[in-house]
Nanobody, 115 residues
């Protein structure tokens, strides 16, 4: 069955960096555009970044552009999110999914940006 397992979150000070990973299984990962989303409790889940199957095209929400970098390794069925210059407003649970968000959601990984 489809499984998405996110990891790499944690507590970091403002201005710091984190690298998230998401290992996927149970579907055609190498032919699927993948995205990262995030959610703050009480708020709707929001799009963060996406990457096409061949890594040729990436997209970012404006507030993270220039600070976050999405990448993937199709041989490892893994999508990554490198987050630099983190701000308190980046605090959220981060999830990966297909571009449309229609795959079963994983447990997410918590990112807390605080001094």
């Amino acid at each position: 069955q489809v499984q998405l397992v996110e990891s790499g979150g944690g507590l970091v000070q403002p201005g710091g960096s984190l690298a998230l990973s998401c290992v996927a299984s149970g579907f055609g990962f190498s032919s699927t555009t993948m995205s990262w989303f995030r959610q703050v409790p009480g708020n709707q889940r929001e799009f963060v970044a996406s990457i096409t199957s061949s890594s040729l095209t990436t997209n970012y929400r404006p507030s993270v552009k220039g600070r976050f970098t999405i990448s993937r390794d199709n041989a490892k069925n893994t999508v990554y999110l490198r987050m630099d210059s983190l701000k308190s407003e980046d605090t959220a649970v981060y999830y990966c999914n297909g571009a449309s968000g229609r795959l079963p959601w994983g447990q997410g990984t918590q990112v807390i940006v605080s001094s």
